[in-house]
Structures are given as C-alpha cells and as structure tokens.
C-alpha cells in the first residue's frame, strides 16, 4: 500500500508542478520561441542571438528549442513547450525537415500560437490551411546559387567558359535544391561552362573537404568550385590549398559566415550571401506578434504574401569591407516596420 | 586447418613441411589475417583501375587515396583496441570535436591571444587520456557496458564542445601542424607515412608486450583472462585511455589539416571509423585483429570511397555502399558462437 | 590392473578439513593424503564434496578447519596464485585456455616477463620454450596453433604442461596436478594418450585424477579415495579395488547385481512404432531399413563415424536423408524437419545437453512445460496454475531434485538436468525418444534413476532409439541392437534379458 502511495505521488507532483506555470504564463507575458537545428552551427546560433535581443527590447521571455537534427526532438520539445507556455507564446521556427511543417502546424493551430515557418516546406501544403500559421518565409535559395555561380564564372581566366565541380549540401533539404537548381541556371545561360562532377557533403567541412580531394584527383583542371554553403567551402578551400591551387580555383559558398568574410578578402573565395538569422529571428517574431495582439489580419493576406521570398545580402570582393563593419561589427537595428518591404517573390 | 583427423595438435602433413618461420608467420598472419584484407584490396584496385581505365593508378589519385586515408587510419587504430578487448569505444565523436575546439581556442587565432604552440600535442593527448580513462572507469568500475558508456560520454563531450566553441568556426593562423599533415615527402604524403609508422608501432606493442597480449587474452576470454591473474580493470582502464590519447592525436592533426576549428567536427567520423576496423578484419566480438588490421580498412575504405567518386558514381549510391560493405565486414568475420543470441 | 605404488612420502597432506555453507556441511573432517610419485583416484557422487575439496586444495575457498601440509609444512592457500606458488594446480573440466591464443602464448600466460628484455619479449624464445617443453611430455603439438583450432585432447596436455612449468617456475620438486573429469570430452585413443601423459607425469609430479568412470579411476591410480556425503568413507589400494565395491561406497547402498535393471525389461507388445525403410545419407550411410515397436528400447551401436549418429539426425530431422521413408505410427514423416518431427511425436535427447537440450537460463518449470504451453493456456494466456501444476507433476514422476520449480537450471546437477530434458518430452507425450548418450557426465546414482526412468518409459509403450557411453550400458539396456560399421547396418542382435550378448562379441561386429 505504501509503495503504491509512493508511486502515485510522483505523477501528483509532476502533474502540479506542470499546471503552475501554465496558470503563471497563461496570464502573464508571452513567450518568445525559436526553433533551430543547434547551437553548434553559427548560422542557427544566431537565430538565438536575434530573438534574445528582441526579447530584451520587448521584455518578454525568450526559449530556444534545438532539434539536434532529429525531427522527433523537435516535435517533443515543442510539445513540452506548449504545455509549459500553455499556448501563450510565438514562434519562429526553422524546421529539420520540410515535412516536419505539418505535425508543427498542427501543433500550433491546436495551441492557439501564432508562429512563422522559415526555409523548409513541402510545396503540396498550403499556408492558409492554418490560420495561425502566420507565413512561410524563405530565402531565395535558387537566387542565392545564381548569384554566386555567376560570381564565380566571371573569375575564370576566360570569364564565362571553363569547368567546375559542385559541393552539394543535405540532398532533401529545400536550400540544397534550391541552390543547385541557381546553379543551373546559371549553367543553362553560359554553355561555356561545364559541370563536371558533383558530390554532397551535407554541409559539413570535413566531408567537403575530402570530397574535393576526391574530385581534384579526378579533374585536376578545374576553374572553380561552386559550394552549397560556407562551411563546405572551407573545407574546399583547405583541399585546393594543399593541391597548390588556393587563389587560383576559386571556391562560392552561402550563408555568410565570418570565416568567409576573411576567405573573400584573402582571394581564396569569391562571394557568398549573408543571411541573417538575427534579423529572421526578429523578423519571424515580430510578425507572429502582431497577429497575435490584432495588428495584423493574417485572414486577409492574399496567398503570396503568406508563402513567400526575401533576399539575403550578397557579398563579394567589392563590397565585403564595408559589408563586415555594418553587419559583423556590429549587429544592425532592423526596420520591422512594414514586413513586406522585401518582398521577393512568392514561393510554392 | 582443424586438426581432428590429423591427430592432436598437429596439422596436416603439408603444412608439417614447411619451415619453421614461415610457419611462424603464417600463423601470425591467420591470427591478425591480413591475408583476406590484402586480397580485398587488391580486388578494390583492380575492378577501379578497369572503371576508370587507368586512372586510378594516376600518382596524383594513389597520393589522394594515401592522404586521405592516414587520418581515418590512425582513428582506427585508436578504436581497435577497445574492440579487441570485447569491448567498444564510440566516444570519438565528442573526443575530436573537443579536441577540435580546444585546437580553435588554444593555437594562434584571430579571436585571442593564446599561441599555445607544438605544445598544443600534448594537450590533445591529455584531453583524449582523461576522456579514455573516465570511459574506463565507467565501464571497469561502474560495470556499465562499453558501448553505452563510450556513447554517453561521446554525447557528453559534443554537447561540452559546442558549449565551449559558441558554435563559432576559428581559422587557425599556426599552420605549422597543420602544413606538416599536407607535406609530402618524395613525393608520398608525409601523413601516410606517419599513419604506417605509428601503426608499425602499435603493432609491436600489441605484439611483443603484456598489454597486447592480455587485451587479446580479454577479448578471448575474459573469464579465463581473471582466472590467469589478468587485472582486468586496470587493462580495461588502460585500453580505454590509450584509445582517447589516440583519438587525440588524430583530431589534432584533422583540425590543423582542415585550418579552421569546427565544433562539429566529430559528427562525421564514427561510421566510417567503425566500418574501417571492421573491414579491416577486427572482429566485433574480440580477441581477433592487430593495429595493421585497423589501419589497412582504413585505407581500403578510402580507396572503394575514392573509387566512386572516380566513377561518378551517384552521391545517393555511395552511402549505400557504406552501409553494405559494413554489414558484410561484420557478418564475415564476428564469431557467432559468442554471441549467446543475436540482439 | 593396478599400477605399483609409488614413494612413501606425503608431499601434501589435507586433514580434518571441515567447510560448512549455510544450511549445507559440504566437509566434514575430510583427509586427503597424496604422496610423491602417486595417482590418487578421487571419487564420489556429485554432492560427495569433491568439488570443495578441490576448491580447497587450490586456494579458491578457505577451509572452516583442518590444516594443509605441505611436505611437512603447514601452508594456506589464499588464492589460486598461492595454490601454484606451492606447486598444486588444477586442470579443470571447462579448460582454462584462452581460444584465441596460441598456445604458446597459453602456456606463459601472465609470465611473460621471464621471457621479456625492456618490456618486450622475445617471440622465438618463447617459442622454442614452448616446444621444448611440449617435447618433454613427449607431445606433438604445434605451438603455433591456436587454442580453439587444436581439440580438448590436446588443450588438457597443453594446461597440465603449463602448470608442470609453472611450478617448476617457483622451484617446486613434484608438483601435484588435480585433473577434474579429464576424460570426459576424450575418444578413446585421446584417452590412451593421457594416462600415458599421466604415467610421464608421475615420475616428476604427483596427480589427483577425478573422475566418474571407475573403471579408468582403479587402471590408472595407485590409490583411490572415496567421498561421500562430504566424509572419507574408503581408501584402498587400487590393486584390491573391485568396482561394485565402490560402487556400493560411493552411494551407499547396493547395486543389483543387476544394474540395468534387466529384469524389468519387458516383453514387448509387438507393435510397430518407427519403421525406417532405404534410408540413406550420401557420404554418411548407405541404403537401411530397421523398425523399432512400442515399449522396444533399441541399441544403435557402432563406432565414431560408423554413421549411427547421422542415422539419428535424419530421423529427428536435423539433416533430411537422400533416399527413403520414415514411418512413424503408420503416417509417413515429413524429412528434414525437426519441426514435423516433434509435432509428429518424436523426441531427442541431446549429446549436450547444456546447450541443446535445456534453456539453462530459464526454470525447471519452464523447461519442462516448454512443449506443450499451447495446453496450459486459459482464454489465450497462459495459465501460471496450469503450468505450476504440470511442471510439478513431472518433477514428482521422474524424481527431479531440485530446491523450486522455478530454480534456473543451469543451477542442477548433470543428472538432474537429463532427467529435465526427459520430463519436457514426456510432457509432450512423445512416442518415440532418441537419446544420444544419456548418461553422459551424471554420477552413478542419478545414472541409476535414469535407467529406472527410461525402463518406467518402456512400460508406457514408448519406443527408444538409445546410443550409450559404454557397451555395457548399451546391452544392458536394450531390448535389441542394431550394429552399424561403415555407414552399413551390418548385424541386428537381440538383447533379451538373462540373454545377454556379450560384449566382446558385439565389438567383433563393429571394428
């Protein structure tokens, strides 16, 4: 009998201790949530770094959720979070993976939080499914590939006509495509320019890095290396400098991370576009906000402006001095005024 | 090779003729049997030589493959030992990416003043050594099993590691580790050559001293190898720390060689590093396979990975492949009488 | 046949050794005296306290009371290592090589350094010194063969080297060598080879052979001591021992003269049960047909390789048989099953029966309802009642000792455990048994259960296909033989009671 109380008062405790602050939040200040892969990558990290500051500016509680790339944490975390906030909270959420908008948004919908998705979505699922799903919000990852590989074509020592190999990120992941579709696009409008291999080293630096040994031996005379994201380009760059070819190759990335800033100003690489995860955060948070508090209609919203496009800031050899002071030095004040200022195009 | 018919203890009659030291080595050789290895090797090269007429013999291709198998290499090596002894070590995930990060922190950078120095080698092999020996520990003393405890302590010094590096990617501005991973030496990749040296070394060791031949003796029979007097928590301890201190020094060099300190740096290294030991001949289930073992998959999993890629094979194909080779790795050479049921 | 009896001198010297467990006197003032240049047989049944007394004697356990002396000194033995630092080492039943090892590095285990210069020691010297002590017993092993590859013949001769040159290590003169049961795992020519070793031995060490086979126990010692019950109860000189004295010794009571029990060996019905017709197996036996009836224990006799153990595979299943058909109770048996074998009734009794024929991990009670759970459930689960119950009932019928039914057993004697693999059949109302040795490694009082036990068996009409450890046994117990020479059935020969065959004539048949 004893160990039966025992083990009942436990779950009694738990029980009581969860509803707490349930009652405590659910009258209180709302909650600032953001949803990233890990704090091991900068680009992720910063999404923390943004919605900290707002959450200081705002004087709101901040929570950050990390999936560790696994999408079940995710969805667990968020559900422990619902029950902690007890729905009185917003979200700016960058999803493991595309399909993993779903059960989110259902999750949501069920809380009653409004929240803004960015990057990965499968194109079948429609935004206005879900009231509360404020928008869907991603870069121009196709624009992004474009843009550097058209950088990166004009430093061939005939600009427009030589041979590349390609870097890919994560296979299933909507950047990844999007990017390697720019990058052909690209190629598409210089037929001078030939694709000779392509490998994925799934954003991670050491593969990158053994991946273009791997093809250097296999094509010695390349004229460039498009890379999916920054991290991969490092590691490329560390391989073309052992093959003696570093400033000469040169290497593209993505994502703008402070290490490339340096790469570009050393001439090993060419350009890459800076996303900000700080702004996104803020961005994301922002706009979830003003649903929530009435001061905007999301039902209104015609349907692309609830799935749509920004641009990051494109970096290159030009401009990269001045890029580093404002946005690295220091981090920018955002104008959240009117959120589709930067509207770039609606995405499926 | 069973000698039932033959009489006890004696072999067959041809194999009576032989001489002695050939004798001698050919029994080394069935107990850390290269010979399949070898064998395997010489299959990978020949059907890529053919795939790719010729040029996978190019000297450039050979030097890539030597290269980027010495590092791989030496982590193989460092996880063997564990293994032989019945056991397993997967911490090395969190083992490199805190190396790496002490790396970014401790040698020249832009983001700090410390200049650390060649002194940074003996750093990364304390910090390996006490992760070895907390591993140890947990499995001698604690008698928690191996592969749970060297997982959790993998995790736990990952999530220590990107605790410490603030997920921020140092450039390493002393390059000269990282310039002696990627010298070449007449024309061969000095790392190669420090891979297959240190391998030597280990191999005599294992070989010619207490601690390899009680780490075999553990791994054939634990329950004997105590009978005999063998201490099996300070082997076991031993093992362990040999391992971190390894791991150490392979990520070192891993880090210098990539230039920059990346936290994340230890997440890509587990499959391939096991699936290296096990090609290699090491058994899953112990007390089979030396350090030559370790660092020839290593190598022969580098060149079946640089072969694809020569091939064009699809990126979407060559995991796959991976996954293939480990399976059939393991099921050939585990001894399935120890293995009381599969689980 | 007695070997002449060696010095006069005690090297070692057990006395009054008392060792109490909890509940058990496992040791009662037991005396032990070996002497220099002797084999002392040691025997009694499992139980007696042979086991104690050798933990005892190498160290493993610490007597309650009682003394060891060791050549007149008094010495204690606080572990195995002491054990062998006073030249005393055991050779146990499992072995204690390292499979992987070579035996080289078996023999010097943990002393290598004797063959090590700055830490690394030299392999052709411990080589050549494996070899030259190899060829001081004049055995023809290859030291650089592994453990696992050279056979239990050769692991024995390779552990009673290693303790010779250990003890000889720490400067002891005639070392005592205790070898557990050491025939248990050998053929017959292996067997040969070891009392030749044990003959070798005797002129340098002193040697405690244990051992359930009296017969081998009186040829091969000078002295033989008898335990039971965990007290000497006899020690004689091996050329007046009569095996059916110790016998009676060792359990107490008289064996029929009669140990088979052949008067309860009954008339047999007649009816058929099995009948095998043109069964053959290429490169095992060739074309043979046979039948066995109800209630009719028969012999398979003939030498390893003669292809009686094949013949049993096909008929429980385990290999399906080239040509021919298995016919049991007038329905044909689907070959190559064992699956439609049990189903159809028929049981097997394995060789190892650790291995095979029990889940050691698991109880009596699970064990022996493992057949037949299908019957002991109630809406679909399993009924804990039922299975208590039919469980209890086979314990009671067969007489199995044991503290619960739910006691693992792995925890049970070798008798015990045979009678635990009988019972799981006979739950399942089997109608046909192949027993493969059945009396394998279980002492002689359990041995005499199980004899009684399969006769009670015969009575109920189960028909048995039996292969024996002796050809004593196989006559004794059976009704009729079927004897088997190179894969050929060569000769049926009855067996009745008061009729016996005997055995010299049936080995002309089989080699």
Redesign the interface.
């Known amino acids: 009998m004893r160990r039966f109380a025992w083990s009942m008062l436990l779950p009694a405790l738990g029980l009581i201790l969860s509803v707490t602050p349930r009652l405590a939040d659910a009258a209180g200040k709302t909650t600032l949530v953001v949803m990233i892969r890990?704090?091991?990558?900068?680009y992720?990290?910063n999404y923390a770094v943004g919605a900290k500051e707002l959450g200081k500016k705002l004087g709101l509680p901040v929570d950050v959720l990390t999936s560790e790339a696994n999408s079940q944490k995710q969805f667990a975390d968020l559900k422990a979070e619902i029950a902690k906030t007890g729905g009185n909270m917003v979200v700016s959420c960058d999803p493991n993976e595309a399909p993993d908008v779903v059960p989110i948004a259902k999750m949501l919908e069920a809380a009653g939080a409004y929240w803004v998705n960015w990057w990965n979505k499968p194109p079948d699922v429609k935004v206005a499914s879900y009231p509360h799903w404020v928008s869907h919000v991603q870069f121009d990852a196709v624009g992004q590939g474009y843009y550097n590989a058209k950088e990166l074509f004009k430093t061939f020592k005939t600009p427009n006509q030589g041979k590349i190999i390609a870097i890919?990120g994560m296979?299933a992941n909507n950047a990844a495509i999007g990017r390697f579709q720019g990058l052909q696009k690209a190629l598409k409008e210089n037929p001078g320019v030939q694709l000779l291999?392509?490998?994925?080293a799934?954003w991670?630096?050491?593969?990158a890095?053994?991946?273009t040994?791997?093809?250097?031996?296999?094509h010695?005379d390349v004229d460039g290396v498009w890379c999916a994201n920054d991290?991969m380009a490092?590691?490329a760059?560390?391989a073309l400098?052992?093959a003696g070819l570093a400033g000469k190759v040169l290497v593209t990335g993505t994502d703008g991370?402070?290490?490339a800033f340096?790469a570009i100003k050393a001439g090993y690489m060419v350009s890459t576009e800076f996303q900000d995860s700080r702004y996104q955060a803020q961005f994301g948070l922002t706009m979830a906000l003003a649903a929530k508090e009435g001061k905007l209609d999301v039902k209104s919203l015609p349907s692309k402006y609830r799935s749509w496009m920004i641009p990051g800031v494109k970096v290159n050899r030009d401009n990269v001095d001045k890029f580093v002071d404002e946005y690295i030095k220091s981090m920018p004040k955002y104008d959240l005024s009117n959120f589709f200022a930067n509207w770039a195009g609606e995405a499926p | 090779m069973t000698t039932a018919t033959a009489g006890p203890g004696r072999l067959t009659p041809f194999r009576e003729r032989l001489p002695g030291p050939v004798l001698a080595t050919g029994a080394w050789f069935q107990r850390t049997g290269i010979a399949a290895q070898l064998l395997t090797l010489a299959i990978v090269v020949g059907i890529f030589a053919m795939g790719t007429g010729g040029?996978y013999l190019?000297w450039?291709?050979v030097?890539?493959i030597l290269?980027?198998s010495a590092i791989p290499a030496i982590f193989a090596v460092g996880l063997h030992p564990t293994i032989v002894a019945g056991g397993i070590d997967l911490s090395l995930q969190g083992v490199a990416s805190l190396i790496a990060v002490f790396v970014g922190f401790l040698l020249r950078n832009?983001f700090n003043s410390h200049d650390l120095g060649l002194w940074i080698i003996l750093v990364a092999m304390l910090i390996g050594a006490i992760a070895g020996a907390v591993n140890g520990l947990l499995n001698a003393a604690l008698r928690i099993p191996s592969f749970i405890a060297s997982l959790g302590m993998g995790w736990i010094l990952y999530g220590l590691?990107?605790?410490m590096?603030?997920?921020?990617?140092?450039?390493l501005l002393d390059t000269r580790i990282g310039n002696f991973a990627?010298a070449n030496v007449v024309g061969i990749p000095l790392i190669a050559v420090v891979a297959a040296g240190f391998t030597a070394a280990v191999q005599l060791v294992e070989d010619r001293t207490r601690l390899g031949r009680y780490m075999y003796a553990i791994g054939g029979d634990e329950v004997i190898a105590r009978q005999a007097g063998i201490n099996l928590g300070v082997m076991k301890v031993a093992l362990f720390t040999a391992a971190g201190i390894i791991y150490g020094l392979a990520s070192l060099l891993?880090t210098c060689?990539?230039?920059?300190s990346?936290?994340?740096?230890g997440?890509?290294?587990l499959f391939p590093t096991v699936t290296a030991v096990a090609v290699g001949g090491v058994a899953l289930t112990g007390g089979i396979g030396g350090a030559k073992n370790a660092a020839l998959g290593a190598l022969i999993v580098t060149a079946l990975?640089?072969g694809l890629?020569?091939m064009?094979v699809s990126?979407?194909i060559q995991q796959a492949v991976n996954g293939v080779v480990l399976i059939v790795a393991v099921a050939l050479t585990i001894d399935r009488r120890k293995l009381g049921f599969i689980k | 046949m007695s070997t002449g009896t060696g010095s006069q001198e005690a090297i070692l010297a057990l006395r009054g050794i008392t060792k109490t467990f909890p509940g058990v006197a496992a040791l009662d003032r037991v005396e032990l005296v070996v002497h220099r240049n002797e084999v002392v047989g040691l025997v009694g049944e499992n139980g007696a306290g042979k086991s104690v007394l050798m933990k005892i004697m190498i160290g493993l356990l610490q007597p309650d009371e009682g003394s060891i002396g060791l050549d007149g000194r008094t010495v204690t033995l606080k572990s195995p290592s002491d054990a062998i630092r006073s030249g005393i080492g055991m050779v146990f039943q499992e072995g204690a090589l390292v499979p992987n090892l070579t035996v080289t590095e078996n023999l010097f285990l943990r002393h290598e350094n004797s063959f090590s210069k700055l830490g690394f020691f030299s392999l052709r010297s411990m080589r050549q010194a494996a070899r030259e002590l190899l060829a001081e017993l004049d055995l023809d092993i290859d030291v650089d063969l592994t453990a696992a590859d050279i056979g239990p013949a050769a692991r024995q001769m390779v552990e009673i080297a290693r303790l010779l040159w250990l003890s000889r290590l720490y400067g002891r003169d005639n070392p005592v060598l205790i070898l557990d049961e050491p025939t248990t795992v050998l053929a017959d020519k292996e067997r040969e080879t070891l009392f030749r070793i044990m003959r070798e031995l005797k002129k340098r060490a002193s040697v405690v052979f244990i051992s359930h086979r009296l017969q081998e126990v009186v040829e091969n010692s000078d002295r033989i001591c008898v335990l039971k019950d965990g007290k000497n109860v006899a020690e004689m000189g091996t050329s007046d021992a009569r095996i059916t004295h110790i016998e009676q010794l060792m359990v107490g009571h008289t064996f029929a003269a009669d140990r088979f029990h052949e008067d309860e060996q009954g008339a047999r019905t007649g009816r058929e049960l099995l009948r095998v017709e043109n069964l053959s197996r290429a490169g095992a036996f060739e074309p043979l047909h046979f039948t066995i009836g109800e209630g009719e224990i028969v012999g398979l006799i003939g030498l390893v390789g003669s292809g009686k153990e094949e013949v049993c595979r096909c008929i429980t299943g385990l290999e399906r048989p080239d040509t021919g058909t298995i016919i049991l109770g007038g329905r044909k048996l689907r070959t190559g099953s064992p699956d439609a074998a049990v189903r159809a009734g028929i049981g097997h009794i394995p060789i190892d029966r650790r291995n095979e024929g029990l889940a050691l991990m698991m109880s009596v009670a699970q064990n022996v309802n493992l057949l037949v759970l299908d019957q002991l459930k109630t809406a679909g689960l399993l009924n804990p009642a039922q299975e208590r119950g039919n469980a209890q009932r086979w314990v009671s019928e067969c007489q199995i000792k044991t503290p619960s039914l739910s006691a693992l057993c792995a925890n049970l004697s070798g008798g015990n455990q045979q009678k635990v693999v009988i019972s799981k059949w006979l739950s399942s109302k089997v109608r046909l048994l192949i027993l493969d040795h059945p009396t394998r490694g279980v002492d002689v009082g359990a041995k005499d259960e199980i004899y009684k036990l399969l006769r009670r068996l015969a009575r109920q009409g189960i028909g048995m296909l039996i292969m024996c450890d002796t050809l004593e046994e196989d006559i004794g117990l059976s009704d009729r033989m079927l004897v088997m020479k190179d894969g050929r059935l060569v000769r049926e020969v009855d067996s009745a009671p008061q009729e016996k065959p005997s055995p010299q004539s049936i080995i002309t048949l089989i080699v």
Not at chain 2, 165 to 171: I, L, Q, R, T
Request: glycine letters at 6%; aromatic letters at 6%.
């Open positions: 890990g704090l091991d990558n900068p992720h990290a890919q296979l291999q392509w490998e994925s799934e991670d630096t050491t593969k890095y053994n991946a040994k791997a093809l250097l031996a296999a010695p991290n490092m590691g760059i560390q400098k052992e991370n402070p290490e340096d | 040029k190019a450039s291709n030097q890539v290269s980027l832009q590691a990107v605790f590096g603030k997920a921020v990617n140092v450039p990627s891993l060689r990539l230039g920059i990346t936290s994340r740096m997440l890509t290294l990975n640089d890629v020569l064009h990126p979407y």
